[in-house]
């Protein structure tokens, strides 16, 4: 049997990029038990043979929008047009005309939440998006003003 390596993939998968990633990452916004009741509907599917989007879900609209600022989402969206994978956080930088740091902070932020990877390559960390789509999933519903809620179905 093939040891996990430290994020629970065997070793052969210790790259993302030799990983099976499904074309779609879906971020959304939902509480903990509708995060595992999609978990479940989500097993069912996949067992049927339906390819099913990777999901990232944040508690709140408001932790969402803390991660997904403009210029985060102009970063995932440079990676896609690219094809997924930069020659380095330096050439990302380059290509969006931004500070190396501030693109690396990003970069390290996104990869944290599990919306992109981080390959180490040489010298260099490759950012790694393995989707073709990203899908924001975000459903407002009624409250008290002021007060963050996951939604309810």
Do not use: C
Request: hydrophobic letters at 35%; a negative charge; aromatic letters at 6%.
């Amino acid at each position: 049997m093939t040891e996990p390596t430290d994020d629970g993939w065997p070793e052969k998968y210790r790259d993302p990029r030799d990983r099976p990633h499904p074309s779609v990452l879906r971020v959304t916004v939902e509480s903990f038990e509708e995060m595992r009741e999609e978990t479940r509907n989500t097993i069912e599917t996949v067992s049927e043979g339906d390819e099913q989007p990777a999901v990232v879900s944040f508690a709140t609209v408001g932790e969402l929008r803390t991660i997904l600022t403009d210029r985060r989402i102009e970063l995932l969206r440079a990676l896609l047009a690219i094809g997924g994978a930069a020659e380095s956080i330096s050439a990302l930088a380059d290509d969006l005309g931004r500070d190396y740091r501030a693109v690396h902070d990003d970069v390290s932020l996104l990869a944290d939440h599990g919306l992109l990877f981080i390959v180490a390559e040489g010298g260099s960390k490759r950012p790694y998006l393995p989707y073709e789509r990203i899908h924001l999933d975000v459903e407002l519903v009624g409250g008290t003003p002021g007060e963050e809620h996951a939604p309810t179905r």
